[in-house]
């Protein structure tokens, strides 16, 4: 991976100005479009600033100069088509993309004012601010105890009362505490799709982590499991700060407080859920959100 | 899915149109019947209101099933929601189309009184205001919309005139003050009429460009 200390980002010239009716087209072919960023959005306080962000896989850019503030303590949706560059960018914030060989970028990030493309930066120390779960539930072979409090024991922790703590309080914040407490030294693996979910919830937690990134947490899991999640997200809301990638609209409008519309590695639209979803400003994120394209 | 959200949208606007026009038919033929005095007239518009109540329901369970069944947003959310008013409002000017269907069969019965040259410019003005909301509806046309909100104000200050005009007669001629209290209850529902249709002309600014625009002027 290769970070440019320059970001090559158009700021000298505007982006060329395109009406709503072409905008999309205009992405298509590859032309800059300015981002319809609603007020209220710049009015929040922000945990994660992306400034500019560009990244490109080989020759292939997948990102196009996206620039958001992620509000603190809100739920921040991110919508759009596949291959839109969503989870693209939900991996550039704890630097996942790092891993890939051909990733280059350029821009930044900043988690509450630190930058997290900084070379100086300890990718390490910087994911421990951040927690992430996946689409599908990825928790360790090992008891629902040891899954949840695996951040703490590598980081030398081994105090048994504080394990214990912060393992009922993680397990409560992810609303699995009645369902396991009397099995959390069973291994995690023999629980339901639903509760390995949100046991990886609780895993993300127990470390407190500044923002915790979902990438379509619920994808794998059933309707029930969904609600469950979804009934979660609410719970966190105010609590933490989640930026949560979903190809399911409901589940934008009902889990998220703010929602970004993103098509070909640019940010179209972004606004307050109620705004996007009830009087979006351009035609296409109308398009989008009311399915008649995507 | 979103074929079958399109389809339903087109359906549900075919069926508001249609009560549209049962309510334009039903209001324009109560105002022919009170100014030719045509009971036969007035009779048909009163039994016409019961196909309004009817196909009322039958948009409201569409929107509903709609709702339940799509969750629409944005747009199409705004369309579903407007419809929900409008057919309300459109079942309401039924009802006051077929109460001055009723005072036509009073006013024929009762001493003999003439209409204040007013109500047929109000009733026209009125009528004017509904045929273009339900074209602001067909069309989408907010600037129309406007157009009807303003409209308004003339009929109000009509209606005004029609009741001091009224109250004056009474006063001269004591003895019609049956009759002349009907045609003041007739223009209370021709305002009345007006006043629903500037409720739809808000609706579809509403459903075009997302703004509640009610209890605000135009400027």
């Not at chain 1, 703590?165 to 992810?174: M, T, W």
């Not at chain 2, 979103?2 to 105002?31: D, F, M, N, P, Y």
């Not at chain 2, 579903?80 to 189309?97: Q, Y």
């Not at chain 2, 204040?116 to 003005?125: C, D, F, K, V, W």
Request: proline share 4%; charged share 25%; net charge negative.
């Amino acid at each position: 991976m290769n970070i440019q200390a320059e970001p090559t980002a158009p700021r000298g010239g505007q982006p060329e100005t395109v009406t709503a009716t072409d905008r999309l087209q205009a992405v298509a072919a590859g032309r800059d479009v300015p981002s319809e960023v609603h007020p209220e959005v710049l009015e929040a306080t922000p945990v994660l600033e992306i400034d500019r962000f560009n990244l490109w896989y080989g020759g292939k850019q997948a990102l196009h100069g996206i620039t958001m503030p992620i509000p603190n303590n809100k739920v921040t949706a991110l919508i759009g088509p596949s291959g839109c560059g969503k989870s693209t960018l939900l991996r550039s914030v704890n630097r996942l993309n790092d891993l890939v060989q051909s990733v280059r970028i350029t821009g930044d990030m900043r988690l509450n004012g630190d930058s997290i493309y900084d070379p100086r930066m300890d990718v390490i120390e910087l994911r421990k601010r951040m927690g992430m779960v996946f689409q599908k539930p990825n928790p360790f072979p090992m008891s629902i105890y040891e899954n949840v409090v695996y951040a703490l024991r590598i980081d030398g922790e081994n105090n048994r009362a504080a394990l214990d703590e912060v393992c009922e309080l993680s397990l409560r914040g992810a609303a699995l505490w009645d369902e396991v407490k009397d099995r959390l030294h069973d291994s995690a693996i023999g629980l339901s799709g639903g509760q390995q979910q949100r046991l990886c919830i609780a895993r993300a937690i127990a470390a407190e982590p500044e923002v915790l990134l979902l990438d379509e947490p619920c994808s794998a899991l059933d309707p029930i499991a969904t609600g469950k999640v979804e009934d979660l997200i609410q719970e966190l809301r105010g609590r933490y700060s989640v930026l949560i990638v979903t190809h399911n609209m409901q589940q934008a409008s009902r889990t998220s407080d703010y929602t970004a519309f993103m098509y070909l590695g640019r940010l179209i639209e972004y606004g307050t859920t109620s705004g996007i979803f009830t009087k979006p400003i351009l035609r296409e994120t109308e398009a989008y959100v009311t399915g008649r394209f995507g | 899915m979103t074929h079958h959200i399109e389809r339903q949208i087109e359906h549900l606007k075919e069926r508001i149109l249609r009560v549209g026009t049962l309510v334009e038919e039903a209001i324009s033929k109560s105002i022919t019947a009170l100014i030719n005095r045509d009971t036969q007239l007035a009779q048909r518009v009163m039994s016409s209101d019961e196909d309004i109540d009817r196909m009322e329901v039958e948009v409201e369970e569409e929107c509903l099933k709609i709702l339940a069944l799509y969750q629409p947003v944005a747009a199409d959310l705004r369309f579903v929601v407007s419809v929900l008013k409008i057919n309300n409002d459109l079942e309401r000017m039924g009802d006051l189309a077929r109460n001055i269907a009723k005072r036509v069969a009073q006013l024929t019965a009762g001493e003999p009184c003439v209409l204040p040259p007013e109500i047929r410019t109000m009733a026209m003005q009125a009528q004017d205001m509904v045929k273009e909301c339900l074209d602001a509806v067909v069309k989408g046309d907010p600037s129309l919309a406007r157009q009807v909100r303003e409209e308004d104000d003339a009929v109000d200050e009509a209606r005004q005139k029609i009741r001091r005009r009224v109250i004056q007669e009474i006063k001269e001629n004591p003895e019609n003050v049956e009759s002349l209290l009907r045609i003041n209850s007739v223009s209370k529902h021709i305002e009345r009429i007006a006043d629903m249709a500037t409720n739809i002309a808000e609706d579809v600014i509403y459903m075009v460009q997302g703004d509640i625009v009610r209890h605000r002027s135009n400027d």
